[in-house]
């Protein structure tokens, strides 16, 4: 038989509309009293998605007006990492991002990319560059609307870099009054790793594009558990350039590696993804900048 798949909307009933009224009345969201309940939660986080409304609110009236959001990506990494990397990997940069450039919030990952040369492999998930050129659209929409001046997005897979940095002129163009940002600068990307991976004495071949000692490293740092350690083996170590990376976009990556992996993961450690992770976010605050607008 085949197979179906349904997609299923998440529908939470709280409560009845007369329940829900009932409750508004009795609770206003904004009193003070609430204010100083929460308040010790809002200095915990500054990811929107674990904070109410009201403490975003404030928190925003409160001078926190810039909001980081990194886009990432759902494919394949290789038999050794989940498919959630460059989503969980940017969700933690965006974080350590938006407290380097304080009076910031984190805005929620956006977990999908442009992964298309990347469906050969099971669990790979790809949005088209329009789609994901409307997300960026609405999400710009949505938090200009909230008060944020400042819009800063994290690409971390480099699929998604192209479209980023256009969905960002436009978005300039339609908010004029708003500093929309992010980092595009995906050779200059390339380069940290490589160096950073250099000072352990790891080669840039075994760093790796793809699933290498390098994103590896990152995951174990963050994800111990879900890292298969006994996984571990080598992908494509060949030359890699203009002609590699133009087969990949036009045949798959499985033209050139049938693992997934280009590099070699069997020197990562979480320690050198601590230290990878903590880097790079250092390194893209520095190239992210200071406002520019009021
Ligand atoms: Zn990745």
């Known amino acids: 038989m085949k197979k179906r798949f349904y997609i299923v909307p998440l529908v ?4 009845s509309p007369v329940a829900c ?7 206003d969201p904004e009193k003070p ?7 010790g939660q809002a200095t ?7 904070m109410t409304w009201p403490d975003i609110k404030r928190t925003i009236e409160s ?36 407290r380097k450039l304080g009076h910031a919030l984190q805005a929620r990952t956006i977990e999908v990319g442009v992964s298309e040369h990347h469906l050969a492999f099971a669990g790979t998930i790809s949005i088209r560059a329009e789609t994901l050129s409307l997300v960026l659209r609405d999400y710009v929409d949505s938090l200009v609307r909230h008060g944020f001046t400042r819009i800063v997005f994290v690409p971390i897979h480099g699929g998604n870099f192209a479209t980023v940095r256009r969905a960002v002129e436009e978005a300039r163009r339609v908010h004029p009054g708003t500093d929309v940002t992010a980092f595009t600068d995906l050779p200059g990307l390339g380069d940290i790793l490589i160096r950073m991976s250099a000072e352990y004495g790891v080669s840039a071949k075994e760093a790796g594009e793809h699933a290498g000692e390098n994103e590896t490293s990152m995951m174990m740092a963050l994800e111990g558990g879900l890292v298969a350690a006994d996984r571990f083996a080598p992908g ?3 030359p890699f350039g203009d002609a590699e990376m133009r087969l990949i976009l036009e045949k798959g990556m499985s033209a050139i590696t049938s693992n997934g992996v280009l590099g070699d993961p069997r020197t990562a450690s979480a320690e050198k993804g ?3 992770l903590e880097r790079l976010a250092d390194f893209l605050v520095s190239k992210i900048g200071p406002k520019t607008t009021d």
Do not use: N, W
Request: hydrophobic share 45%; aromatic share 6%.
């Open 63 to 98: 001078g926190f007006t810039t909001a980081v959001v990194a886009v990432g990506s759902t494919e394949q990494h290789g038999p050794h990492l989940p498919t959630m990397t460059d989503a969980r990997i940017g969700d933690e940069l965006a974080e350590r991002v938006a």
């Open 12 to 15: 939470l009933f709280l409560c």
């Open 44 to 50: 915990k986080t500054i990811s929107m998605e674990q």
């Open 274 to 276: 601590e230290v990878y």
């Open 33 to 39: 009293a609430a204010q100083a309940k929460v308040e």
């Open 21 to 27: 009224r009932d409750k508004a009345a009795a609770a």
């Open 236 to 238: 494509y170590m060949g």
